[in-house]
């Protein structure tokens, strides 16, 4: 795992704050007993997951578009070229949203944010090990301009349709 006890306590917080504002046809589906804790969400989020990330044109239509993301630091993070349309409506404005899911199994979603972060950035050396764990490289070798999305959250839940089935701890 890549997050510190203050990062999954932080994470913790966020999620509680979330599943407190749902609304009711929300909480109905998002029952206690189908929410997973941060400690299992950051388990389960170990390397690769794909993701519909969300961003909004300058005319406010809403665009989608599938990605690979890694869970660092209690953070998404994408990556994405710098000439892409995506790039553009970030830039313009920042806020997104992006959903992991596997089937009806489980999901998070978090809305937030876009911090984008160039090769320069200076939190670029921390995530360093993380890509390079799970790609073998780091994103900025991938091609001119390429950036990576940090989605700094405002709201994130968990669903788990069977949430005993997911472990606080990666398997030893």
Known sequence: MHESPEQIDELQALLDRTFAR???HMARIVKPE???????VV???????????????ERGEPRVAPLDGLFVRGRFHVSTGGESAR???LRRQPRCSLTHFAGDDVAVTVNGTAVVLERDHPEVPALEPAY?????????DWGEHVVVIRVEPTSM???AFR??????????
């Open 22 to 24: 749902m609304n009711p």
């Open 34 to 40: 189908r929410r997973l804790s941060a400690r299992q």
């Open 43 to 57: 388990t389960y989020l170990q390397g690769i997951r794909h993701v519909a990330f969300a961003t909004v044109t």
């Open 87 to 89: 790039l553009s409506h």
């Open 132 to 140: 390079r764990d799970a790609y073998g490289s780091l994103p900025f």
């Open 157 to 159: 839940w968990s669903y």
């Open 163 to 172: 949430a005993e089935q997911f472990p606080e701890q990666p398997p030893a």
